[in-house]
């Protein structure tokens, strides 16, 4: 057989080889623009010539701060095209984070879209590689900055060659992308995609029993580009030739759930605290969302109840699926095989509320106290997981060794596997709650907690005790004009919990705290739970 490389480019190429007229649905600050991918092919052919005029090597970092649309796309495409590293900023993190990412990834060009450029002014003098910062615009003109060599986008790549060809002599095995995780003490951790992972993953996301990205989908990506590429979605979409449907700046669940009903998006994929809100929207006001033939849901566990709500008020099938920064994302899907189709509705919930099977092409192995853990839903251990778009390590950073040993990566998170390889997370190693010397897993806790009708979100922590070392406390946010004590909602999970794993108490929040990424912050929510208890 031949052996021909997998590179990002080629991807593009086949969007405009055979896709020419699919189009990019993309929502900037000026408005929605719709883009063919004949026409992005050529704009990124042009992005990647202003790139090599700019000196951007082999190897280089190019940074971006952005939201979703089709600059971006452009991008993610651009940059690997002359064999530099498309590296995605997310915009929320602190200042902090922000100056020690770029400084040490040495981006060498920001690409910045305009609502973000006042943080990058904020920081600039602290910068210590960047050379250019391009501003991703509608308006031809830019912000007033005291910064030097600031250009316009639209202005930038209208100087660039659209006939310009992608690398083919690049080595499979390159940087092309990266992005970095949060740690929960220090400094993020970066990790680095080769053009090999990428293509892989991609590939892997387009399988029928994976998410089954195809050319007849319209998919929007609400998960941010800058969290591991929207889960990769991009990549696969275009490679696919799938219309793309990008949400843009600050959206909200009104305007996701509009632009699901006008432009009769097919695949939607974000974290479970964005569909949470657009249930609440969609409770509230009206909007045709049965074009959906999955909710792609994955960054924390979905909980059964949010499941049951969009197939069974909606009629939109629900796709969980999990992974991290550090896999590309795609590592499991849960979906019912053939056989279990005539289980009754609640255990098919229950097995679908789970994080599902390996997708193929990975290897995992579940490490216990005692070795590795026992495929019988019980025995609980570390998911470790080895493959093609898996990382090895983490960019220049002595943490490596510990996350990465013996050829595995430790995922940090505990799980369970029951008979049929289906994995179920019970819990990060470190958010499991450690009561008088046995687990407590916090995930089925809230789970089961979100499950009752007034309970809109809900998150589990432990709090020190002096006899049984932890114990758990429910933090509970109620709907608008709901109403629930904590007895009723101990009430609640009383039939399907152990004595012993009932929260000591209930507290009941207006907002639960969450990272950047839209996931529960456990730690700041343990602050807030000590700071009560305290006073
Ligand atoms: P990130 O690298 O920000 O994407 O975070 C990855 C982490 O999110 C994983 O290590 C898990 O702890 C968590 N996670 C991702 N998907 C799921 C899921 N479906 N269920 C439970 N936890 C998840």
């Given at each position: 057989m031949m052996k021909g490389s997998l590179l990002i480019p080629q991807m593009l190429e086949r969007a405009e080889q055979f896709f020419p007229k699919k189009e990019v649905v993309s929502r900037t600050g000026g408005g929605v623009q719709r883009i063919t991918y004949k026409e992005i092919g050529a704009r990124t052919r042009q992005l990647a010539d202003m790139l090599t005029k700019a000196g951007v090597q082999e190897g280089d970092k190019v940074g971006t701060l952005a939201w979703n649309h089709h600059r971006h796309l452009e991008l993610y495409f651009g940059v690997p095209g002359i064999g530099a590293v498309v590296h995605t900023i997310n915009?929320?993190?602190?200042a902090e984070h922000i100056i020690f990412i770029i400084n040490h990834a040495e981006d060498k060009l920001l690409f910045v879209d305009d609502d973000v450029f006042p943080l990058v002014e904020q920081v600039f003098d602290q910068l210590?590689?960047?050379e250019k910062v391009i501003v991703m615009t509608d308006e031809q003109a830019l912000p007033e900055t005291k910064i030097e060599n600031v250009f316009s986008y639209e202005d930038w790549i209208a100087e660039g060659d659209a006939s310009t060809s992608f690398r083919k002599d690049l080595d499979e095995t390159a940087p092309a992308g990266m992005c970095f995780t949060s740690a929960t003490t220090g400094n993020p951790k970066g990790v680095e995609y080769t053009h090999r992972s990428t293509v892989l993953h991609s590939m892997s996301l387009a399988l029928a029993d994976s998410?089954?990205?195809?050319?007849?989908d319209s998919i929007m990506p609400v998960v941010p580009m800058f969290h591991v590429n929207a889960w990769g979605i991009p990549y696969a979409a275009v490679w696919m030739g799938a219309e793309q449907v990008m949400p843009g700046p600050r959206f909200t669940p009104e305007l996701l759930a509009g632009m699901i009903a006008s432009e009769k998006v097919t695949v939607a994929a974000g974290v479970p605290t964005i569909w949470l809100a657009l249930l609440k929207e969609l409770e509230q006001n009206k909007q045709d969302v049965s074009s959906l033939r999955a909710v792609l849901c994955g960054g924390s566990a979905a909980p059964a109840g949010m499941i049951r709500t969009f197939e069974e008020t909606y009629g939109v099938p629900f796709l969980h699926a999990y992974g991290m920064t550090e896999t590309s994302p795609l590592a499991t899907v849960s979906r019912l095989k053939s056989y279990q189709q005539d289980l009754s509705t609640e255990e098919k919930l229950d097995i679908r509320a789970r994080q599902g099977i390996l997708v193929p092409g990975l290897e995992m192995r579940v490490v216990g106290e005692h070795g590795e853990a026992a495929w019988n839903d019980e025995e609980m251990g570390e998911l470790q997981l080895r493959g093609p778009w898996i990382a090895d390590q983490y960019y220049k950073d002595e943490r490596s060794e510990e996350a990465f040993s013996d050829g595995w990566l430790h995922t940090g998170d505990v799980c369970t596997v029951d008979e049929e390889g289906v994995i179920k997370i019970v819990d990060r190693t470190k958010d499991l709650i450690k009561s008088g010397g046995e687990w407590i897993s916090s995930v089925d806790l809230e789970n089961a907690l979100m499950a009752h009708p007034a309970v809109f979100e809900a998150s589990v922590v432990a709090v020190p005790d002096p006899e049984w070392q932890e114990r758990p406390v429910a933090c509970v946010v109620l709907h608008d004009g709901a109403e629930a004590d904590k007895e009723a909602v101990l009430d609640h999970l009383r039939p399907d919990f152990a004595k012993w794993w009932l929260p000591d108490d209930v507290l009941f929040f207006e907002e639960i705290p969450k990272t950047?990424?839209?996931?529960?912050?456990k730690r700041a929510l343990r602050d807030q739970v000590e700071a009560i208890y305290n006073r």
């Amino acid at each position: 057989m031949m052996k021909g490389s997998l590179l990002i480019p080629q991807m593009l190429e086949r969007a405009e080889q055979f896709f020419p007229k699919k189009e990019v649905v993309s929502r900037t600050g000026g408005g929605v623009q719709r883009i063919t991918y004949k026409e992005i092919g050529a704009r990124t052919r042009q992005l990647a010539d202003m790139l090599t005029k700019a000196g951007v090597q082999e190897g280089d970092k190019v940074g971006t701060l952005a939201w979703n649309h089709h600059r971006h796309l452009e991008l993610y495409f651009g940059v690997p095209g002359i064999g530099a590293v498309v590296h995605t900023i997310n915009i929320r993190l602190s200042a902090e984070h922000i100056i020690f990412i770029i400084n040490h990834a040495e981006d060498k060009l920001l690409f910045v879209d305009d609502d973000v450029f006042p943080l990058v002014e904020q920081v600039f003098d602290q910068l210590t590689t960047v050379e250019k910062v391009i501003v991703m615009t509608d308006e031809q003109a830019l912000p007033e900055t005291k910064i030097e060599n600031v250009f316009s986008y639209e202005d930038w790549i209208a100087e660039g060659d659209a006939s310009t060809s992608f690398r083919k002599d690049l080595d499979e095995t390159a940087p092309a992308g990266m992005c970095f995780t949060s740690a929960t003490t220090g400094n993020p951790k970066g990790v680095e995609y080769t053009h090999r992972s990428t293509v892989l993953h991609s590939m892997s996301l387009a399988l029928a029993d994976s998410a089954a990205v195809s050319e007849s989908d319209s998919i929007m990506p609400v998960v941010p580009m800058f969290h591991v590429n929207a889960w990769g979605i991009p990549y696969a979409a275009v490679w696919m030739g799938a219309e793309q449907v990008m949400p843009g700046p600050r959206f909200t669940p009104e305007l996701l759930a509009g632009m699901i009903a006008s432009e009769k998006v097919t695949v939607a994929a974000g974290v479970p605290t964005i569909w949470l809100a657009l249930l609440k929207e969609l409770e509230q006001n009206k909007q045709d969302v049965s074009s959906l033939r999955a909710v792609l849901c994955g960054g924390s566990a979905a909980p059964a109840g949010m499941i049951r709500t969009f197939e069974e008020t909606y009629g939109v099938p629900f796709l969980h699926a999990y992974g991290m920064t550090e896999t590309s994302p795609l590592a499991t899907v849960s979906r019912l095989k053939s056989y279990q189709q005539d289980l009754s509705t609640e255990e098919k919930l229950d097995i679908r509320a789970r994080q599902g099977i390996l997708v193929p092409g990975l290897e995992m192995r579940v490490v216990g106290e005692h070795g590795e853990a026992a495929w019988n839903d019980e025995e609980m251990g570390e998911l470790q997981l080895r493959g093609p778009w898996i990382a090895d390590q983490y960019y220049k950073d002595e943490r490596s060794e510990e996350a990465f040993s013996d050829g595995w990566l430790h995922t940090g998170d505990v799980c369970t596997v029951d008979e049929e390889g289906v994995i179920k997370i019970v819990d990060r190693t470190k958010d499991l709650i450690k009561s008088g010397g046995e687990w407590i897993s916090s995930v089925d806790l809230e789970n089961a907690l979100m499950a009752h009708p007034a309970v809109f979100e809900a998150s589990v922590v432990a709090v020190p005790d002096p006899e049984w070392q932890e114990r758990p406390v429910a933090c509970v946010v109620l709907h608008d004009g709901a109403e629930a004590d904590k007895e009723a909602v101990l009430d609640h999970l009383r039939p399907d919990f152990a004595k012993w794993w009932l929260p000591d108490d209930v507290l009941f929040f207006e907002e639960i705290p969450k990272t950047s990424v839209g996931k529960f912050l456990k730690r700041a929510l343990r602050d807030q739970v000590e700071a009560i208890y305290n006073r």
